[in-house]
């Protein structure tokens, strides 16, 4: 009966939360417990993010999921051999809709979390900071490298590293875009 967080998937309607809430609260009952479970949701289609600000105010946290983000919005197929490697979570699309969870999260006073592979790219870090997100979920083997990258950065150019994203046309111009900016990353 220690402290707990569920975080669920693939919610892409407030009935989805409030469903799901119903169930933990009847189980809170059951079990007699009084402490509270904090629920989060994952913002993986794009409805969520575009309603992220209503999920907030009763979500406890959210974290973007951009590997299905990412197929979602851009309508790709991540598992089809030839259709993968035009998965880009550096998309435009892709990064509006996180800065739209980011902002839905801060109205409420919520954390917003990134996780999958945008998440463990450092390069991805100052345009992630620029849109809102307050933390990154990423793989062991990138920690480093992004700890590295966020030493280096302070606010006002991440804000204008996501703003200049947020103009480009492609994934592939944001990286360019960055490349220059971040060599070493």
Known sequence: ?????ILLPMIATLADLRDVRKVI?????????TAPIEVG?????????????????????????TNDLAQYTLAIDRVNARLAKQLDPFHPAVLRLIQLAAEG???????????GSLASFPLAAPVLIGLGVTEL??????????KAMVR?????????????ALA????????RMLAKSWPEA
Do not use: Y
């Open 41 to 65: 949701i994952m913002v993986e289609v794009p409805s969520a993010a575009l309603i992220s600000r209503t999920l907030a105010a009763e979500a406890d946290f959210l974290s973007v999921g």
């Open 168 to 175: 480009l046309e492609s994934g592939e111009a944001v990286r």
């Open 137 to 146: 979920s990423a793989t062991s083997g990138s920690i480093a490298g992004i």
């Open 25 to 33: 609260d009847e189980e809170m009952k059951a079990l007699a417990r």
């Open 152 to 164: 280096t950065l302070d606010m006002n150019t991440c804000k204008a590293a996501a703003d200049a």
């Open 1 to 5: 009966f220690g402290q707990c967080k």
């Open 105 to 115: 999260a801060k109205a409420h006073g919520r954390w917003v979390g990134v996780c």
